[in-house]
């Protein structure tokens, strides 16, 4: 199952284990416990910590892995084989199940070891799903620490049952005690605030005793992150504060033209650019939206929370989100059959035929992406000429199950009342209507600016971007923006660090032109 180069980083990985840990496998047989057992096998051979047991697991399902600590009950349970993206899932299991401590703020690991409500926790996942892990890897911690938590991963192409029973569409999608808890990427805090009601009012009572800051940024994407990076080098007082660390970056599976770096992937780009801010004095405040900016003596953002931070200026950087259709049927089939990120949800639309909307870059990728696990691929272009790179449009017709449309507008998602069975459109040349049939519809139609927040106390492009000068500038004083959020004419990664950087110098320089005036008054 493992190859040797693996093998030889998991064995370090395992020298951390400081307590025994016991790896329950319940089997059949299948070609996947077969699999699952070798997998077994080979991690209890690299530690004399780690001991495998045969036996049922506490869910009944088959194939299935336990992770625990000697001599207690499993709590932790993957439902498959957790190779791909959950692999790191599966180590840090046993880590945790073995002592070595998670790196987690105190507080956060005291709120969880206080939740005293009985919680069954399954979390749907596809192996490919970059989103998963982070629920997968929270619900797993918290179930290591809390006896009244037992988290279950389930493969939901492995158990398929169960996807269609329960009419899973899109994931991560997590059931507490059988009822639907979210969809989609949630961190430990987020989960943890979310299960825990007492604990926002004493959030809010802490946010509003901060500090002052010199320089807030609002957003933790790639700007943000360049932003607080190069304020905090000036030696002033820098904070963060974002509804999820790493934006969009997040949901971006390949990334191949981050120069320097020949390849990578968003969720580990975004990994290294939290370790980089946090390598200075940056204060970062996660899971919280802004949700209004003011300007009297002191610059004030207020979160939807109800708490308020103030600086004496502000960076802007809450990025961007999926532009959506806006057609019928797509805000009622969204998560059952409506989705927007193909390397998440491609898996669960297996043997099925689907379409993407979008001819651009994403909208081609994702298709190339699908045509390897669905049976048939339908790109529908709105213009008469496909937008992406040429190299990806060879890829994208040389492959036998995709079909590309052009002049094509989409005009109603169709279901039956619970997930999607087709999708109409007009041929723009023609005027005539066609159907498909269909069981995905996966929008890459770009972007659109997160700032709706912000009408009324700013300047805003007809599209609804910051309007910003070559300095990062705002129409407010003392506020700056940087990103896809503004004005600049190309929303890449690259580009989106270098406006961060550049609106933080701006900053600096503004904040020193203000303390020699403050002086000269």
């Not at 997998?39 to 009944?60: C, F, M, N, R, T």
């Not at 999607?420 to 069981?439: I, M, N, P, W």
């Amino acid at each position: 199952m493992l190859d040797a180069n693996v093998k030889k980083q998991l064995d370090a990985y395992l020298q951390n284990i400081v307590t025994p840990v016991e790896v329950t496998v319940s089997l059949n047989d299948s070609e996947k416990s077969t699999q699952l057992e070798q997998l077994a096998k080979e991690i209890a051979e690299l530690s004399d910590k780690v001991s495998l047991i045969h036996g049922p697991v506490a869910s009944g399902r088959v194939p299935a892995m336990a992770v625990a600590p000697a001599s207690e009950a499993p709590r932790v349970e993957f439902a498959g084989i957790p190779m791909g993206h959950e692999f790191t899932s599966l180590v840090l299991a046993l880590l945790q199940a073995g002592g070595h401590p998670a790196k987690e703020e105190a507080a956060l690991l005291e709120q969880i070891k206080r939740l005293d409500n009985p919680l069954k926790v399954e979390t749907y996942i596809s192996l490919s799903c970059q989103n998963c892990p982070e629920v997968v890897q929270a619900f797993n911690l918290m179930a290591v620490l809390n006896p009244n938590i037992q988290h279950s991963m389930i493969d939901g192409a492995l158990f398929q049952d169960e996807i269609e029973s329960r009419k899973v569409m899109a994931v991560p999608a997590v059931y507490v005690n059988g009822e639907l808890f979210g969809q989609g990427r949630m961190s430990l805090t987020e989960i943890v605030d979310k299960l825990d009601s007492g604990s926002a009012e004493d959030k809010v009572a802490e946010l509003n005793d901060k500090e002052l800051y010199d320089v807030l940024v609002v957003g933790g994407g790639p700007a943000g992150a360049s932003a607080a990076i190069y304020a905090a080098r000036k030696g002033i007082r820098t904070g963060i504060v974002a509804e999820r660390f790493g934006g969009q970056v997040l949901d971006t599976m390949a990334i191949e033209n981050f120069i320097s770096v020949q390849a990578t992937e968003g969720p580990k780009l975004v990994a290294n650019l939290e370790q980089h801010v946090l390598n200075y004095d940056v204060e970062l405040v996660q899971n919280q939206r802004a949700a209004q900016i003011k300007r009297n003596e002191l610059i004030e953002i207020e979160l939807e929370s109800g708490a308020v931070l103030k600086s004496r200026s502000v960076i802007l950087s809450t990025g961007a989100r999926w532009r959506e259709m806006n057609v019928p049927g797509e805000q009622a089939y969204k998560g059952r059959g409506v989705a927007y990120c193909p390397h998440c949800d491609g898996p669960l639309f297996k043997g099925k035929s689907v379409a993407v909307i979008g001819g651009g870059n994403s909208g081609i990728e994702a298709a190339i992406d699908l045509a390897g696990i669905v049976e048939h691929v339908t790109v529908l272009e709105f213009a008469d000429s496909l937008r992406a790179d040429e190299v990806l449009q060879r890829k994208a017709r040389s492959l036998p199950n995709v079909k590309i449309i052009m002049n094509a507008m989409t005009t109603e998602v169709i279901g039956d009342g619970e997930r999607v069975t087709g999708l109409e459109y007009q041929d723009r040349s023609s005027g005539d209507q066609h159907t498909l049939a269909l069981a995905g519809v996966f929008v890459q139609i770009g972007l659109i600016p997160n700032t709706e927040w912000l009408e009324g106390s700013m300047e805003l492009s007809q599209q609804g971007e910051v309007v910003i000068n070559e300095r990062g500038e705002t129409s407010l004083p003392g506020v700056f923006a940087a990103g896809d959020m503004t004005t600049v004419p190309y929303k890449q990664i690259i580009i989106a660090m270098g406006a961060g950087s550049t609106a933080a110098l701006s900053a600096f320089d503004y904040l020193i032109r203000e303390s020699v005036e403050e002086e000269a008054a």
